[in-house]
């Protein structure tokens, strides 16, 4: 268990960077025993990096537009995580799917948060389409991330009641409640050294 070392957090955002805000919060309340090394961004409008500045973050603007195809980018992209001695890397609603070469250079080590109870409902538009198809319950998975679009190994999820009046934007905000939490909670245990993946098998030790 780290004991001395904080680990080092690089973080990607593309929007407004509520679950980034959520981490941060709780490295500062001093539950997760981490630092957040850098917050990146494919987009230069996002909301997340006026958060990191105000915490006195590093932030990189790192837009895609400048680049001839996925795998340079996330090439570029690992020199830069590389640079700030990131350890964990997070994708707090990073709105890319990963190559092969970043996967590889985090083995384990790339988090996401899907707003679903995967494998159901991977990808885009996922509240709408639990709602659409009539489940009573729906929820947030954090997962690591392997090369597929939400197919990594489940760390952890939380389950969220779906209500009948409920609408695209009601459950949204209800699953990011749950988001806020659960995320936090699969960064500690990663932070904690509790643990090990094998195969497709996630085992947390207590």
Known sequence: MRKHVPCRLGILVSGSGTNLQAIIDRIETGEIHAEVACVISNKADAY?????????????????????????????TVEILRSYNV????????MRILTD?????????IMNIHPALLPSFPGLHAQQQ?????????????????????TGPIILQAVVPVEQDDTEETLSARIQKAEHRTFA??????????????????????
């Not at 070469?101 to 080590?109: E, I, L, S, T």
């Not at 639990?130 to 939400?150: K, Q």
């Not at 909670?185 to 207590?206: D, W």
């Open 101 to 109: 070469v970043m996967v590889d250079a985090f083995p384990h080590a």
């Open 87 to 94: 350890d964990l890397v997070i994708l707090a609603g990073f």
């Open 130 to 150: 639990a709602l659409a198809y009539g489940v009573r319950y729906s929820g947030c998975t954090v997962h690591f991330v392997d090369c597929g679009t939400d």
């Open 48 to 76: 997340a990096l006026s958060r990191a500045a105000r915490h006195g973050i590093p932030v990189v603007v790192h837009e895609n537009s400048s680049f001839s195809g996925r795998r340079l980018y996330d090439a570029a």
């Open 185 to 206: 909670e699969a960064i500690k245990l990663y932070v904690e050294e509790r643990i090990q993946v094998i195969g497709r098998n996630v085992l947390i030790s207590n």
